[in-house]
């Protein structure tokens, strides 16, 4: 069996490698308990599937964090992160213009993240959008 190989060697654990895999829009509390639900296994399957074949016979040990674990153990109220919550209309229209338009008052200081447009989980956009910003910004000074 040929076992997927990762393509950056920093998230290597001794011989193994290691996978995040992050499920959004979880319930807060499954009834019966986390424990013994199926749902986590679910989630393993379908990213499975959509790997390919090997992968999940490669996968040897793994763990979930619900919604309650993050409640219980970070603060973050039902399981929820704060992001960019303001949605597509807020941007256009240019509400908090530091979270849509990455450009603060103060000179040369940028904003991106989680907080800013479009938010987490849509994973680099901010990003990319600020680094734009900073590059037209470089360009008329």
Same mark, same amino acid.
């Given at each position: 069996?040929?076992?997927p190989? &990762?393509?950056?060697?920093?998230m290597r654990?001794?011989?193994d490698?290691?996978l995040?895999?992050? &499920?959004l829009?979880? /319930?807060?509390?499954?009834?019966?308990?986390?424990? !013994?639900s199926?749902?986590?296994q679910?989630?393993l399957?379908?990213l499975a599937?959509?790997? !390919?074949?090997?992968?999940?016979?490669g996968?040897r040990r793994w763990?979930? &964090?619900?919604?309650?674990?993050?409640e219980r153990?970070?603060g973050m109220? $039902?399981?929820?992160a /704060?992001?960019?919550?303001?949605? /597509?209309?807020?941007?256009?229209?240019?509400?908090?213009r530091?979270?849509? $338009?990455?450009?603060? /008052?103060v $000179?040369?200081?940028f904003?991106? !993240?989680?907080g800013?447009?479009p938010g987490?989980?849509?994973?680099g956009?901010?990003?990319?959008?600020?680094?734009? &910003?900073?590059?037209?910004?470089?360009?008329r000074?």
């Amino acid at each position: 069996m040929n076992t997927p190989s &990762v393509l950056d060697p920093t998230m290597r654990v001794g011989a193994d490698h290691l996978l995040s895999l992050e &499920v959004l829009w979880t /319930p807060y509390a499954v009834p019966g308990g986390w424990a !013994g639900s199926a749902e986590p296994q679910r989630w393993l399957d379908l990213l499975a599937a959509q790997v !390919g074949p090997g992968f999940a016979g490669g996968v040897r040990r793994w763990r979930v &964090v619900t919604p309650e674990d993050y409640e219980r153990d970070l603060g973050m109220p $039902r399981g929820w992160a /704060p992001s960019f919550s303001g949605g /597509p209309l807020a941007a256009l229209v240019g509400r908090d213009r530091e979270l849509t $338009r990455y450009a603060t /008052p103060v $000179r040369g200081l940028f904003l991106t !993240g989680a907080g800013t447009f479009p938010g987490a989980g849509v994973w680099g956009a901010s990003g990319r959008n600020a680094a734009a &910003v900073v590059l037209a910004d470089a360009q008329r000074a």
